[in-house]
């Protein structure tokens, strides 16, 4: 069985980018991956991208022969992966499958989705992309609200408070205060985010991810030649799931089954178990999502995922650093946002994170799709 | 909003909450699947009556609204179990205060309207039960 | 290396299918392909959907997911491919090399689309998302144009006339005849070609392929598993490519580069050459780009594409009949069409197609996306 | 058509046919491109002023058009080969008929209106070499 490691990264400003176009953005975190790895675009030999929905974005499909032009990669295969926000790591997974089946040596993974070309009522319209369109859409609905049905359901079952829930905004801006690449740099309180304005009651605009344009990429080689690079990072697991796409078809609004089974896979295929794991990026779309995949993921019992903030065992300088980036809050360009999180564990992996863990040596990504209809986990560690 | 054919292609199921049952299993589907998930081939999918009836398990009130509804904004929208056992996102009409348990029956109200002067789209909402809301 | 079988396929008719929607289609094709196969849904372990635009089409992505969900699939991984038209081909590539990864045995590979929910000349903006936004669609270009630059270019060079271009519909119609699954079922003559209505200059209606609604899958399988199956037909060679997005940044109009190199890989890898191939579908968009196909595929010398339909070569009874089915002219779900081809070269190795070629043992499936940005190109094999 | 964001990120470019070139190689771009795709990393990219001249390689006439473009067909589009080397597709201006190998001139134009009573964009149009067609 082949293993796959990552050898190269690169990404953009997370931001709204009104001077730059996709291909541009797509064009510089690419080259910044290529650099990274120490490569020549020449040596590339597959492209893989992550996007969700550069149809109504940008009007825009057939995404990755565009990118694969752009980057001066003709005639690579280039293939676009969508899955909503969990594109990326999709993608990603996709190009380790590839090179697992030993048609590639070389491939690039990247994500990335320009979101700001059109008003805010349409690009919440698009979102919803993700949901059911037929059935959740159709009434009104938005990506907060469904959030909003799971906080609100998850604050009634497990008595999660208002302030216990800012925990997560409040430690994912204090996080990202040292990532140059975050759309926003700035601490927020209990009482800031509380007084926020509402979106969808009871989250509101601090829980919420921005709306955000950006690129991501990584480069993955097998091991064939993974010792041609330094300090390859190596996939030890990968895992994903499908559930229901409509939230009301799925027996519990507290847990995301996708997640769990997911994250299973990927423990089993990296040996190692959640009490493993060193440093994590985790979905935190809305702040809820953050609490909820603690619990999926087995750092935390159900309905205890809070605790993991109130000790700080998820804040830097904990047992468990969570988002260490800033999460999803410090931009969220859906696309790009699965490699943006794989980038962010490979730095801690290699030491040369922003905001440094001390040493860690087994790292998790949990990338999630819509209101979970697809999860995506991946294991990243320092020794093959 | 939905595109005039999907309007037009749901309207009898979402007018008048016709679901559909598995005769396999047992288990009832609204929305409607024309696949039973636990059956699959070994299923038989029937039409099904919904009343309607059922218990909020969860509500939100949107604020900031998707293209199409703006003009409606805030409005709240619930997670309803249904008494017959299927689960259906769905809106609370107006003026009747939403709550986790509480129980709602279903109304015919004006959904949204289609551009400036164009096609107004009717379907269901959910009222608290026992309450007046809205008309 | 793992060996991949085809075991199974279903399609939907190719159709204006106004009561039905994209889930509708979709678990059709996946539940005809299952049964096919003699398989139960359960038997499944990971889903492929091509799919082009459904976010511009019905203000849907994720679409894997709901397709997994709709077909009571979950929580197997579910992934959606995009590359324009040649999303089918892409979709079951990316399936191919998900087997030969070792991490699966059974596999579904879907494609789909719903394409008449909306008006006609969104239809044409939303197809247009293949072709080069910001320098094609900008100016009012369509994907009929663009095939008329290259048609033009072509009749120009090589002197190719209106009747002989009018000699792909004619055949490709004779040949849908027999096609229950058709969206029209009827001759057309070259007086009816010629004056048929003028789309975009010089190419007219019956040059066109139709918006249509549709969706096809087959199940896949590892040669691990494929003795439990009666009548699998290989995967000999699998082929992928990219070209520039615009039609103008390529320097010549009347040829294909990703064609081309996708065809090489995909003999190379089956140890065979065009001389080779018994029956073969290739991506007739439009007319031209049969032609094209012929030559990009080695079937015939550059500008003497038009003797093998002049010849008969490629009529059903010709020494390699193309597009047996009907070809896309008989109904093209773009993100279907890959998998509706591969189909067909099943069914015609299998014995069991509606328009059978007498015993072939080699074809060939040519789809393309755009004008080209992406080729796929697979061989299938009646011996492993 | 295009989005508003994107008609202003070009419009310097397109309205004044500004490209870019390849220090490293020579070979230049329109529509600009801001990596050389045979040099790359090695590639010095800088603006270039491109003179509009050049000569149809192909054309067509649109007669069943695009959303937004519906009102103004049919309308010629030719691939234009531009004397500095780059090829480019654009709309030839009406009265003037398109030949294989004719030469052709850059022209400012109205491309189309947004919306009904929206925005009018405006843009490079060729002309037939020689002679006078619509303003
Ligand atoms: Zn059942
Ligand atoms: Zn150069």
Chains 1, 3 share one sequence.
């Not at chain 2, 999918?45 to 909020?56: D, L, P």
């Not at chain 2, 400036?116 to 789209?121: A, F, N, Q, V």
Request: glycine fraction near 10%; charged fraction near 25%; include cysteine.
């Amino acid at each position: 069985m082949t293993d796959v490691a990552i050898v190269g990264v690169g990404c953009t400003k997370m931001d709204e980018h009104w001077t730059k176009s996709l291909r541009d953005l797509s064009t510089e975190a690419g080259a910044l991956a290529v650099k990274d790895a120490g490569l020549d675009g020449k040596d590339i030999q597959a492209l893989y991208v992550g996007n969700m929905s550069s149809g109504r974005f940008i009007g825009q499909e057939h995404l990755a022969a565009l990118a694969a032009d752009q980057a001066g990669l003709i005639p690579i295969p280039a293939t676009r992966c969508e899955a909503a926000c969990a594109s990326g790591s999709l993608a990603f997974r996709k190009a380790c499958l590839a090179i697992k089946s030993g048609e590639y040596d070389i491939i690039m993974a990247a994500g990335g989705e320009k979101m700001t070309d059109i008003k805010g009522p349409e690009a919440i319209a698009a979102l919803m992309g993700a949901a059911d369109q037929e059935w959740e859409s159709a009434i009104g609905l938005t990506f907060t609200g469904l959030y909003a049905l799971m906080a609100r359901a998850y604050m009634n079952t497990y008595g999660l408070t208002r302030d216990e829930l800012s925990q997560v905004p409040i430690k994912n801006h204090f996080h990202g205060l040292k990532n140059p690449l975050a759309q926003f740099r700035f601490e927020v309180t209990a009482e800031q985010v509380a007084r926020s304005a509402m979106i969808a009651d009871p989250l509101r605009l601090l829980d919420c991810s921005p709306i955000t344009d950006g690129a991501a990429a990584v480069i993955l080689v097998s091991d064939r030649v993974a010792d041609r690079f330094k300090n390859p990072i190596w996939v030890k697991g990968s895992g994903q799931a499908s559930g229901t796409l409509a939230l009301h078809d799925r027996p519990s609004l507290t847990e995301i089954p996708a997640t769990q089974i997911a994250a299973k896979r990927a423990y089993d295929q990296a040996g190692v178990g959640p009490q493993d794991i060193e440093v994590a990026e985790v979905h935190d779309c809305f702040s809820i999502e953050e609490i909820l995949a603690y619990e999926d993921l087995g750092f935390a019992p159900k309905g205890k995922g809070k605790d993991l903030l109130l000790n700080k065992d998820t804040w830097i300088g904990g047992r468990l650093p969570v988002n260490t980036d800033g999460g999803l809050k410090l931009g969220h360009p859906v696309g790009a946002t699965g490699i943006k999180q794989l980038i962010e564990i490979v730095r801690q992996l290699r030491g040369d994170a922003y905001n440094q863990v001390k040493d860690p040596r087994i790292g998790l990504t949990h990338n999630i799709g819509g209101t979970g209809a697809t999860a995506l986990v991946h294991i990243l560690g320092k020794e093959r | 909003m939905e595109s005039a054919p999907l309007y037009w292609r749901l309207k009898r199921q979402k007018y008048n909450l016709i679901g559909t049952r598995c005769v396999t299993c047992g288990e009832s589907f609204f929305p409607p699947r024309s696949f039973c998930p636990t059956c699959r081939r070994r299923g038989r999918i029937e039409e099904f009556q919904f009343s309607g009836k059922g218990e909020i398990t969860s509500y939100t009130i949107i604020k900031s609204a998707p293209k199409g509804f703006e003009q409606f904004a805030p409005y709240t929208v619930a997670i309803i179990k249904l008494d017959e056992g299927a689960l259906i996102s769905g809106q609370v009409v107006q003026g009747t205060p939403a709550t986790i348990g509480g129980r709602v029956v279903p109304v015919f109200r004006k959904m949204y309207e289609e551009g400036k002067e164009g096609i107004i789209h009717y379907g269901i909402k959910w009222q608290v039960d026992g309450t007046a809301a809205e008309k």
